[in-house]
T-cell receptor, first 115, second 113 residues
Framework: DAGVIQSPRHEVTEMGQEVTLRCKPI?????LFWYRQTMMRGLELLIY????????DSGMPEDRFSAKMPNASFSTLKIQPSEPRDSAVYFC?????????????FGDGTRLSIL | QQQVKQSPQSLIVQKGGISIINCAYE??????FPWYQQFPGKGPALLIA?????SEKKEGRFTISFNKSAKQFSLHIMDSQPGDSATYFC????????????FGSGTKLNVKP
């Protein structure tokens, strides 16, 4: 079975550029999560969606970050304009959702470097 | 504020030994406690999870021990192998927002051959 697919795997760009990260969830999973991982702050939840609707975006660092889920099989995380402090590994995770805790399945991440 | 405190930060164990990683929390609303394993260049992968109605859960060489009164839980890896060398994260999720996972800071385990 295909897991969570993220693209690109690596992204290097200059400060000020727009960055778009992509995620394809596991088929049938109704909840989608975007995380950021850094040495200093560990694994932080940025935003999550249930049935394509954003539920909690309290972890989004600032207005430069935005996320969308136009349909059940695709989500994007956009940073505009990007800054060096945005350099991190960004993970997308999905779960079946529902009415109780379900394990989250992670993609292999996008390693983002802002120069 | 770290909702889940994890220790140690790093751990070196000889092959065949027992690896023990500890986590503690304060929020009594947490009722789901998964452990994740992460290899370099990969995303975290679910290893084992426990709910507070049991004190222990075992899957192969991996065991979670849970102490509800102390608000602590730990991962034990028996007969540790070099292939277990990875970073381990504990997490906790509250009953009222079960989609939200709060992760510990991670433990980097190195199992020496």
């Amino acid at each position: 079975d295909a897991g969570v697919i993220q693209s690109p795997r690596h992204e290097v760009t200059e400060m000020g550029q727009e960055v778009t990260l992509r995620c394809k969830p596991i088929s049938g999973h109704n909840s989608l999560f975007w995380y950021r991982q850094t040495m200093m702050r560990g694994l932080e939840l940025l935003i999550y969606f249930n049935n394509n609707v954003p539920i909690d975006d309290s972890g989004m660092p600032e207005d430069r970050f935005s996320a969308k889920m136009p349909n059940a099989s695709f989500s994007t995380l956009k940073i505009q304009p990007s800054e060096p402090r945005d350099s991190a590994v960004y993970f997308c995770a999905t779960s079946t959702g529902g009415s109780s805790n379900q394990p989250q399945h992670f993609g292999d991440g996008t390693r983002l470097s802002i120069l | 504020q770290q909702q889940v405190k994890q220790s140690p930060q790093s751990l070196i164990v000889q092959k065949g030994g027992i690896s023990i990683i500890n986590c503690a929390y304060e929020n009594t609303a947490f009722d789901y406690f998964p452990w994740y394993q992460q290899f370099p260049g990969k995303g975290p992968a679910l290893l084992i999870a426990i709910r507070p109605d049991v004190s222990e859960k075992k899957e192969g060489r991996f065991t979670i021990s849970f102490n509800k009164s102390a608000k602590q839980f730990s991962l034990h890896i028996m007969d540790s192998q070099p292939g277990d060398s990875a970073t381990y994260f504990c997490a906790a999720s509250p009953y009222f927002d079960f989609n939200k996972f709060y992760f510990g800071s991670g433990t980097k385990l190195n199992v020496k051959p």
